[in-house]
């Protein structure tokens, strides 16, 4: 079967419901009323088809609440795609059918400039970033999609942020091409490659004067103008996905849109006119050019992380005490070391003891981890083996075991501390101001967000990646909860402070 259908969603949802992984109202009809759908769903942004986690969680979330999934052309370069192909082609031989999940996808970027030059009226619209939304390409990315993703047909195919060729163009070239997509998507319709489009935007919910805003009324009219120029009752544009969390409200606060005299906000609007909205970001906000984690991020309450990094240093610090000792009066390490000025031979000990409070977050010990401690520890490991490797009376592999054991206890101890202070000095102070009535009794923050986000006008899809087994835990348990009873409450708070 090419697409998802009624019956096949609907056996996967009472599935759900029967093991009680999700209540009734955590499901809803999708693409006008032709599919049943999770209110949940899983993003692959950053999934690798190589990842043994990434397969893993997305082979237990289609297991356990979730049947529709989100991903790009663009994502990971199109092994988030395969990703998904090879997990459905590994659930197949247990009785799951392609018609039981619903899959939409997304389309417009250009991986690279190589690939750039391939295609008409291809735009670059910053460093090493290329769009392009002329039929030729929009032909390609479908087939190159299908053939990733091992199936006949895409349940819904979205723009992909197309406000990034807005300002560079102008308004009238950009709704001209906008059209010209359109139509060229329901020739695919036509050709049963896609079922439904629309669009995937940044931009939708902002105030009406922004200059990148996409305006969702013109496009609805442009839509509804390829429709009847090709002899089509209705057209086939049906699905918006935009990001939105408590500190990002505006879909559902700011009335930006105004339709036969009336003004609505997104969600407003498009409960009224049937049409399906997916929520993206919806634990990562970006307030005031700062990007917040709108989740407790793991650590163990209770316990003190600074004696604990302390600890695991002076650990470092002895096996790399010990491995100097075995090289002193090497004449050959000696030479190697005076001539690398940017090598740091066994040094993790003393160039972190001092990294704790200079961190600023997770990411940034990330970009400490990656780019300076695992090179000259891997460089460390590396020249020791090639000098000292065939010598008796050092157990080389023992000692690298040990070694990088060390290292992984001093990072979890760093990261666990890191954690500890952005929950206590950000996280909380932050959930704070979402008021008295915004938290359920869910077992986490982040599944309190997902549940609030999923009750509000239009019962909205909430798009969550969920890249571990431990995620797709947490986030699942928002299909459990019961409606939240004060969402006009709660989003009169979130105006007045965000």
Known sequence: MKFASFLGTKDRISDFLEKELMLRH?????????????????????????????????????????????????????SA???????????????????????????GFVANEAMAGLWPDVLQYAENSFYCLHPDFIRHEV???????????????????????LEK????????????????LEELVQNQKIRYYGISSNTLALPEDSRDRIDLVRVL????????????????????????????????????????GESFTVLDLAKKLGLDVMINRPLNAVYKNELFRLAKKPFEEGVEYRPRFIQCLKRVQKFEDQIWKFMEGSSQLTAFVANSTDFKAFSM???????????????????????????????????????????SGFDFSCFAQDYLE????????????????????????????????????????????????????????????????????????????????????VLSVLKRHF
């Open 221 to 260: 009219g442009i839509a509804s103008e390829v429709a009847q120029t090709r002899g089509i009752v209705s057209s086939h544009f049906q699905v918006i996905e935009l990001p939105l969390n408590p500190m990002e409200h505006q879909a559902a606060t700011l009335k930006n849109l105004v339709w036969e």
């Open 406 to 489: 060390s290292l992984g206890e001093l990072e979890e101890a760093i990261v666990g501390f890191l954690h500890r202070r952005e929950f206590f000095e950000v996280t909380e102070p932050l959930f704070d101001k979402f008021g008295p009535d915004f938290f359920s009794d869910a077992e986490s923050h982040s599944a309190s967000v997902i549940r609030f986000l999923q009750d509000l006008p239009g019962r909205p899809v909430v798009l969550n990646g969920m890249r571990c087994r431990d995620y797709v835990r947490d986030a699942t348990s928002s299909l459990i909860e019961e409606v939240h009873p004060q969402i006009s409450e």
């Open 169 to 184: 163009l102008g308004e009238d070239e950009f709704y001209l091409r906008l059209k010209n997509a359109f139509d060229c």
């Open 143 to 165: 087939d190159e999609s299908l053939r990733r993703l091992g199936i006949g047909g895409l349940d819904a195919m979205l723009l992909h942020n197309p406000e990034s060729l």
């Open 81 to 107: 795609e395969t990703l998904i192909g090879n997990v459905l082609k590994e659930m197949a031989p247990s009785g799951y059918t392609r018609d039981q999940y619903v899959i939409v996808s997304k389309l």
């Open 349 to 391: 000990g003393t160039e972190l003891s001092n990294m704790l409070d200079l961190l600023q977050n997770e990411d940034h010990w990330a970009e400490v981890m990656h780019s300076f401690a695992m090179f000259h520890t891997q460089k460390s490991l590396q020249l020791f083996d090639k000098i000292f490797g065939n010598q």
């Open 26 to 78: 955590r499901s809803r009809p999708f693409l006008r009323g032709s599919v049943l759908v999770s209110q949940l769903g899983f993003g692959t942004y950053r999934v690798h088809h190589k990842v043994f986690e990434h397969h893993e969680a997305l082979l237990i979330a289609l297991q356990c609440g979730v049947n529709l999934i989100d991903t790009a052309t663009i994502y990971t370069d199109g």
